[in-house]
């Protein structure tokens, strides 16, 4: 019996702590929102998804002339709440915005490490769709 009510109290702190994660959950400034935005309208998506964001994060392609397996992983590790690391060994801040307010906040610069890191893995951009499916994986963490 004790034990019983002792695991209902343990369990119902966990639906608390799981509530107050989901509230937590970033929410994109004005320029970060119209950025997505310019992705739905050139995609002509509905919405975008984090589930496909997720998958698409953990997808790894083989490089056509490297012939090594790359994938977004690589760098930034199968969870973006953690931090990664570079090539050469820089660490690199996570990406979720839950633990990193700093990320996805700038157009500029989230324009320009999808560019590169999209070239890097995909050996091409990535598409408008990809991009917002991206990001609303990375707000959903
Ligand atoms: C070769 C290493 C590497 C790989 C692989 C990699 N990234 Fe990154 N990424 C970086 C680095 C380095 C930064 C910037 C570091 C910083 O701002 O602290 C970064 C930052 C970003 C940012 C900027 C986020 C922000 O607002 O600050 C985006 C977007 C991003 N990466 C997307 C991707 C995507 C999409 C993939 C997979 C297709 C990917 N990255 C794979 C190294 C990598």
């Known amino acids: 019996m004790k034990k019983g009510i002792r695991s209902f109290i343990a369990a ?7 509530a107050s994660m ?12 119209s950025l997505v935005d310019s992705y ?3 995609s002509g ?16 392609r083989t490089h056509s002339v490297k012939k090594e397996e790359r994938s977004c992983t690589t760098c930034h590790t199968t969870d973006p709440r953690q931090p990664g690391k570079t090539i050469v060994g820089k660490v690199i801040e996570p990406l979720a915005p839950s633990v990193n307010k700093e990320r ?7 324009e320009k490490w999808f ?13 408008p769709r990809e991009k917002g499916d991206y990001i609303t994986y990375m707000m959903s963490l």
């Open 40 to 42: 739905k309208k050139s």
């Open 22 to 33: 989901a509230v937590s959950a970033a929410e994109p400034n004005e320029q970060v929102r």
């Open 45 to 60: 998506a509905q919405s975008f998804s984090a589930e496909e964001g997720r998958k698409f994060f953990n997808s790894k």
């Open 104 to 110: 996805f906040t700038d157009p500029e610069k989230i």
């Open 115 to 127: 560019k590169r890191n999209c070239t890097w893995v995909l050996e091409r951009e990535c598409t």
């Open 12 to 18: 119902s702190v966990f639906a608390a702590a799981s």
